[in-house]
């Protein structure tokens, strides 16, 4: 089975700043994974996904995330975050024999004040 | 376009009361149909999926049950709500049917139970 593990809970940080979100991962198949988001009471939107190549994976918003398969780790960046950036984030894995059944962690909550 | 409906948005029922929460694509066929439940504080949970009509599949026991009627309909039910039943309710579809396609969601149902 594999598991998610979102390191911080909660994330202040100023607008303009940079911030990261850890994501950390277990599983003994090959996986994919995603990174969501979640504006309040909305559903998820995909930020960006990481298949196979570059370990480096650009997505919208400006965020991008690093897939580092020794640490089994896929942490979101940002350079400059705005205001609007105020939201939950997921991260989430799925094997890449199994469609569908992702696996979210536990969700970072980032709050971006002036 | 895909589209994924939910309703309702919100919805607050007492204990041991029946519930149906109703979920439908538009703008594609033959989806596969997921339930995610989001508790408070808590990441996003599958509880339910479907890969066909009458085809139902179910990740964890619980107080719930899910039925597909129609190739772009998905209801989640319970003939007696409990309070743990409380939480934010997301449908999600999964377009492209293979293991990296991203799942799209809708807007969510959130169910008080008091």
């Known amino acids: 089975a594999q598991s998610v593990t979102q390191l911080d809970s909660q994330v202040p940080v100023f607008e303009e700043a940079p911030v990261e979100l850890r994501c950390n991962y277990s599983?003994?198949?090959?996986?994919?994974l995603f990174w969501y988001v979640q504006y309040p009471n909305q559903g998820l939107q995909l930020l960006l996904k990481?298949?196979?190549?570059?370990?480096l994976v650009k997505g919208i918003n400006g965020f991008e995330a690093e897939f580092n398969k020794s640490q089994t780790s896929f942490h979101l960046r940002k350079p400059s975050v705005h205001i609007s950036d105020t939201a939950e984030y997921f991260c989430?894995?799925?094997?890449?024999?199994?469609?569908?059944?992702?696996?979210f962690g536990a969700g970072t909550q980032v709050v971006v004040t002036p | 376009s895909q589209t994924i409906h939910q309703w309702p948005a919100t919805l607050v029922q007492p204990v041991g009361s029946p519930l149906s929460l109703e979920c439908t694509v538009e703008?594609?066929?033959?989806?596969?149909l997921y339930w995610y439940r989001q508790a408070a504080g808590r990441g996003l949970q599958l509880l339910f999926y479907?890969?066909?009509?009458?085809?139902i599949s179910s990740e964890v026991p619980q107080n719930l049950s899910a039925s597909r009627p129609q190739d772009r309909q998905f209801i989640l039910s319970s003939k007696k709500l409990l309070l743990s039943d409380s939480g934010f309710y997301l449908c999600?579809?999964?377009?492209?049917?293979?293991?990296?396609?991203?799942?799209?969601f809708g807007n969510g149902t959130r169910l008080t139970v008091t």
């Open positions: 999600a579809n999964q377009p492209g049917q293979t293991p990296n396609s991203p799942l799209h």
């Open positions: 599983s003994s198949v090959s996986v994919y």
């Open positions: 703008g594609t066929s033959n989806p596969n």
């Open positions: 990481y298949l196979s190549g570059s370990t």
């Open positions: 989430a894995v799925t094997r890449t024999d199994s469609w569908g059944k992702l696996q």
């Open positions: 479907s890969v066909g009509i009458g085809q």
